[in-house]
T-cell receptor, first 110, second 115 residues
């Protein structure tokens, strides 16, 4: 079993929809939780990070962490075609080695 | 400010041939990472440097892979000899070392195809 599980998708939604992306993990020592966005043939870029449990909001993006359930989510409101990309969750214990999920491919149609 | 620069962007080689990738991290970043990303998968760490020292190379296949980071700046990753299963995107990332969380900035990657 992988340390981090993520549905690979693709997830197809119409423009304006609310998108929910999720990851589960098994290592209870993870403390830092990140969401990266990766466009085709580009490197990942950090969208948001959260420390421990709780919510964090940044514009149209909201990250949630539930450590008791070992479950993290990224919500995208008012999704745009430019949001079409692969979204990778990543996490670490605070000692810098990031463990990534497989990524979920999101397609937002106009 | 320039981001993480990698070269080449693409490389096609025959199996058993050697190949090398180069990475120039963001200026001032003392931590450098090499990740491998297989198709449809997330990146997996190969090696992490703190300045010139490789502090985590536990996932580096040392029989064929080698890496170096001279003077704590640029880094090269080498495969010799390459195998078909090495086809992947090789990503370099860099960060500033902080007490706990640090943001890693990724380059665009080198897409390797072994035929």
């Amino acid at each position: 079993q992988k340390e981090v599980e993520q549905d690979p998708g693709p997830l197809s939604v119409p423009e304006g929809a609310i998108v929910s992306l999720n990851c589960t993990y098994s290592n209870s020592a993870f403390q830092y939780f990140m969401w990266y966005r990766q466009y085709s043939r580009k490197g990942p870029e950090l969208l948001m990070y959260t420390y421990s449990s709780g919510n964090k909001e940044d514009g149209r993006f909201t990250a949630q962490v539930d450590k008791s359930s070992k479950y993290i989510s990224l919500f995208i409101r008012d999704s745009q075609p430019s949001d079409s990309a692969t979204y990778l969750c990543a996490m670490n214990t605070g000692f810098q080695k990031l463990v990534f999920g497989t990524g979920t491919r999101l397609l937002v149609s106009p | 400010e320039a981001g993480v620069v990698q070269s080449p962007r693409y490389k096609i080689i025959e199996k058993k041939q050697p190949v090398a990738f180069w990475c120039n991290p963001i200026s001032g970043h003392n931590t450098l990472y090499w990740y491998r990303q297989n198709l449809g998968q997330g990146p997996e760490l190969l090696i992490r440097y703190e300045n010139e020292e490789a502090v985590d190379d536990s996932q580096l296949p040392k029989d064929r892979f080698s890496a170096e980071r001279l003077k704590g700046v640029d880094s090269t990753l080498k495969i010799q000899p390459a195998e078909l299963g090495d086809s992947a995107v090789y990503l370099c990332a860099s960060s500033l070392t902080q007490d706990s969380y640090t943001e890693a900035f990724f380059g665009q990657g080198t897409r390797l195809t072994v035929v």
